[in-house]
């Protein structure tokens, strides 16, 4: 299983390692083996990408492309899949970490969660959803807390 960073931002420097156990945490937690691209990027770039792929003309904290189904070549083993790439701005995330007063690492990590639960299935559109994919935000968040 491969989780490739490409870091294209100046702003924050990244806990590489953390984030990979992360989302190896994760996937094992799910029962899955795939491969994940996870990109990090500055507002300027997550804005490009909103709005090109969801129309929306604004800065966001994270995006999550699914890639699976499309990449996936008929009866490839699970760890030549690529599940799918996250997006995560790490603009955002220092600015909210400032606000919560937490690290921003602690930030980044909970958008690169939220971003491979939404490649799992999850989504956050109604209370129940929402809630349910906090508690399992919450549950990868602990798993790798020091």
Known sequence: MTVAIANRQRLVPLDRKGLRALCRAILAAHGRQANLSLCYVDDVAIRILNRRFLGRDEATDVLAFPLEDEGTVAGSAPEERLLGE?????????AESRRRRIPV????????AHG????????????????????AERAALAAIAP
């Open 105 to 112: 690492a602690r930030e980044l990590a909970l958008y690169t």
């Open 116 to 135: 491979l639960l939404h490649l799992l299935g999850y989504d956050d559109h109604t209370p129940a959803a929402r809630r349910r994919m906090r508690h």
């Open 86 to 94: 996250i997006v995560v701005s790490t603009e955002k995330a220092q």
